[in-house]
Antibody
Framework: EVQLVESGGVLVQPGGSLRLSCAAS????????MNWVRQAPGKGLEWVSYINTDSTTVYYADSVKGRFTISRDNAKNSLYLQMNSLRDEDTAVYYC????????????WGQGTLVTVSS | EIVLTQSPGTLSLSPGERATLSCRASQSVSSNYLAWYQQRPGQAPRLLIYGASSRATDIAGRFSGSGSGTDFTLTISRLEPEDFAVYYC?????????FGGGTKVEIK
């Protein structure tokens, strides 16, 4: 069974930094492209970042470009999101999401971790 | 960036009725790389449809997708109690990946 478990979400002050982690199990992370998607309280889904299987291709939403960095450690079956210069508008539940098969289609989601940016 | 516009914002229906949800793209979605997700309160999204019309694994037959280019539709043939939720369309044809604003299907 595919399982994705996010961690690292906390209350942080504006301008602060945070690193989210996603532990994958039930499959080999090295085989799948991965994403981070976020959802602000009471709002819709917003794609944040993408990384391919061998980390050679990464993409970011304009709203986080230059502040967030996606990475992965296939040996540890883990995905990460380094978040710097956090803003109030980054407050959201952050989901780790796995490709369905190949390509960019998101097929599986974790339960999310809440990041709150507030003074 | 491909902007996805979903309508209506809210759909009020009774169990057993048919639901028709619309998703319109600001430009053609290549290869019909359009997906639909269901999100129940407090839960993560779940993939229902991909490639505009293919059902994902273990998705009930009452869910169907159609459309191409810029106009796509999700149909739920007969609403079950567990189908009352928010539905999002999503294009995965090009970066940035984008989602529609969602349609809430609520009990009338």
């Amino acid at each position: 069974e595919v399982q994705l478990v996010e961690s690292g979400g906390v209350l942080v002050q504006p301008g602060g930094s945070l690193r989210l982690s996603c532990a994958a199990s039930g499959f080999s992370l090295s085989t799948y492209n991965m994403n981070w998607v976020r959802q602000a309280p009471g709002k819709g889904l917003e794609w944040v970042s993408y990384i391919n299987t061998d980390s050679t291709t990464v993409y970011y939403a304009d709203s986080v470009k230059g502040r967030f960095t996606i990475s992965r450690d296939n040996a540890k079956n883990s995905l990460y999101l380094q978040m710097n210069s956090l803003r109030d508008e980054d407050t959201a539940v952050y989901y780790c999401a796995r490709a369905y098969s190949g390509g960019w289609l998101i097929g599986y989601w974790g339960q999310g971790t809440l990041v709150t940016v507030s003074s | 960036e491909i902007v996805l516009t979903q309508s209506p914002g809210t759909l009020s229906l009774s169990p057993g009725e048919r639901a028709t949800l619309s998703c319109r793209a600001s430009q053609s979605v290549s290869s019909n790389y359009l997906a639909w997700y269901q999100q129940r309160p407090g839960q993560a999204p779940r993939l229902l449809i991909y490639g505009a019309s293919s059902r994902a694994t273990d998705i009930a037959g009452r869910f169907s997708g159609s459309g191409s280019g810029t106009d796509f539709t999700l149909t739920i043939s007969r609403l079950e109690p567990e189908d009352f939720a928010v539905y999002y369309c999503h294009q995965y044809a090009s970066s940035p990946l984008t989602f529609g604003g969602g349609t809430k299907v609520e009990i009338k």
